[in-house]
Structure formats: structure tokens, C-alpha cells
């Protein structure tokens, strides 16, 4: 979920904006648990990274804007 409260560019963000508009999207990544815990537990903080495994993940460069004041 994603809330906007002031949505506005700035004059020096306009280019790095066309950039970003004009990169075609990418298939979302997938992430897969590779074994399930103890379910009885509800605990999450029983995972750990080593337990996950993301595929199909292949982001762009970031794109550098300087901060507006």
C-alpha cells in the first residue's frame, strides 16, 4: 500500500524522471521460502536470509537526484 500526501517535481528531478518513465518494466522477482519452520511457533524472527531465495531479480541502475530545498 502506498499513500501519497504531496506528490510535485521539482525543476532539477524533471530529467532523471524522463529517464526512469522511459525504461520498459521488468518481470517481477519471485521469492521463495526453501523450507518451512516450525508453524506451530507464529514466529517469524525464526527466519533468516539463508532460509530465503529470490530469483528473477535484475533492477536497473539507480538514477541519481539531488535533493530539493
Known sequence: MHVIGDAHVYLNHVEPL???????PRPFPTLTIKESKDAGSGEIDTYSMDDLEMKGYHPYPTIKMEMAV
Open 18 to 24: 524522463r529517464e526512469q518513465l522511459e525504461r520498459k
